[in-house]
C-alpha cells in the first residue's frame, strides 16, 4: 500500500513538474500560430466610401413681387327689347319711280361690253314692275340691321339693279350710300330677293339697270 502510495506521488510529482513544460510549449505554439496567421493571411485594404457632392450654387431671391386686385367685374349689358313694327309699305319700302331715279343720263354700254358688267343706260318701252311688294317689306323689317334699329337710326339706299329679261335681280351696287355699311349691306340683300316683270323694248324682254331707293325706317 505503501508502495502504491509512493507509486502515485511520484507520478504526480513527476506531472506537476512536466506542467510548466507543457505551459510553455502551448505558449510558444499559440505564437507561432499568430504569427504564422499574420503573415501568410493576405492583405486586407479598406474601401474608398468618400462621396463626391455637387457643388451647391446659391440663387438670390426675387424681391416679392405685390399681385394687383382682380379688376372689377363689369356689368353685364342689358338685353334689348325688340319693338313690335307694324308692315306698311308706304313706309318700309320707297316706291320705285323712274321719274325720280332716270337712268336716260347713263352712257350706254360700250362695244362688245356686257351690259351687266357695269350701270349703263339700256333702252326700254315698258318698264319692269316689282311684284312681290309685301314680300319686300317683310324682309326689310327682318334684315333692318339690329343694332341701328335699336338705336333708332334710319337711312335710304340708292341701289342700281340689275335685272334680266326675267325679271330676276342678277347683280345690285350702291348709288348713294346711307352713311352706314351695315344698312348698305342690308339693301343689297333685300334687293336681291326682288321679283319684277320683264322690260321690254319693242316688244321683246330686255334686260335693264334701274335704280331703286331702299328706306329703313326705325319704329315710332
Given at each position: 500500500?505503501?508502495?502504491?502510495?509512493?507509486?502515485?506521488?511520484?507520478?504526480?510529482?513527476?506531472?506537476?513538474?512536466?506542467?510548466?513544460?507543457?505551459?510553455?510549449?502551448?505558449?510558444?505554439?499559440?505564437?507561432?500560430?499568430?504569427?504564422?496567421?499574420?503573415?501568410?493571411?493576405?492583405?486586407?485594404?479598406a474601401a474608398d466610401l468618400s462621396t463626391v457632392g455637387d457643388e451647391?450654387?446659391?440663387?438670390?431671391?426675387?424681391?416679392?413681387?405685390?399681385?394687383?386686385?382682380?379688376?372689377?367685374?363689369?356689368?353685364?349689358?342689358?338685353?334689348?327689347?325688340?319693338?313690335?313694327?307694324?308692315?306698311?309699305?308706304?313706309?318700309?319700302?320707297?316706291?320705285?319711280?323712274?321719274?325720280?331715279?332716270?337712268?336716260?343720263?347713263?352712257?350706254?354700254?360700250?362695244?362688245?361690253?356686257?351690259?351687266?358688267?357695269?350701270?349703263?343706260?339700256?333702252?326700254?318701252?315698258?318698264?319692269?314692275?316689282?311684284?312681290?311688294?309685301?314680300?319686300?317689306?317683310?324682309?326689310?323689317?327682318?334684315?333692318?340691321?339690329?343694332?341701328?334699329?335699336?338705336?333708332?337710326?334710319?337711312?335710304?339706299?340708292?341701289?342700281?339693279?340689275?335685272?334680266?329679261?326675267?325679271?330676276?335681280?342678277?347683280?345690285?351696287q350702291v348709288n348713294k350710300t346711307s352713311g352706314y355699311p351695315a344698312?348698305?349691306?342690308?339693301?343689297?340683300?333685300?334687293?336681291?330677293?326682288?321679283?319684277?316683270?320683264?322690260?321690254?323694248?319693242?316688244?321683246?324682254?330686255?334686260?335693264?339697270?334701274?335704280?331703286?331707293?331702299?328706306?329703313?325706317?326705325?319704329?315710332?
Amino acid at each position: 500500500m505503501s508502495e502504491h502510495l509512493t507509486g502515485a506521488g511520484t507520478a504526480n510529482d513527476r506531472f506537476k513538474r512536466s506542467y510548466s513544460n507543457l505551459a510553455w510549449m502551448g505558449i510558444l505554439a499559440a505564437t507561432v500560430a499568430h504569427f504564422c496567421l499574420f503573415f501568410f493571411f493576405p492583405n486586407l485594404e479598406a474601401a474608398d466610401l468618400s462621396t463626391v457632392g455637387d457643388e451647391l450654387e446659391a440663387i438670390e431671391l426675387p424681391p416679392e413681387v405685390k399681385i394687383p386686385p382682380p379688376p372689377e367685374q363689369i356689368a353685364r349689358p342689358a338685353t334689348p327689347k325688340v319693338a313690335l313694327t307694324q308692315i306698311d309699305e308706304d313706309i318700309t319700302i320707297a316706291p320705285t319711280t323712274f321719274e325720280d331715279n332716270p337712268v336716260e343720263n347713263l352712257p350706254p354700254p360700250p362695244p362688245g361690253a356686257n351690259p351687266s358688267d357695269r350701270p349703263s343706260f339700256i333702252p326700254f318701252d315698258v318698264k319692269p314692275e316689282l311684284k312681290n311688294r309685301r314680300d319686300v317689306a317683310g324682309l326689310l323689317v327682318r334684315r333692318y340691321p339690329r343694332m341701328l334699329k335699336d338705336a333708332g337710326i334710319g337711312g335710304t339706299v340708292i341701289l342700281w339693279v340689275y335685272i334680266d329679261e326675267e325679271g330676276v335681280v342678277q347683280k345690285s351696287q350702291v348709288n348713294k350710300t346711307s352713311g352706314y355699311p351695315a344698312m348698305d349691306k342690308a339693301a343689297q340683300d333685300v334687293a336681291g330677293e326682288m321679283r319684277f316683270s320683264p322690260a321690254f323694248n319693242r316688244d321683246k324682254k330686255t334686260p335693264v339697270w334701274i335704280s331703286i331707293p331702299i328706306e329703313f325706317k326705325p319704329s315710332s
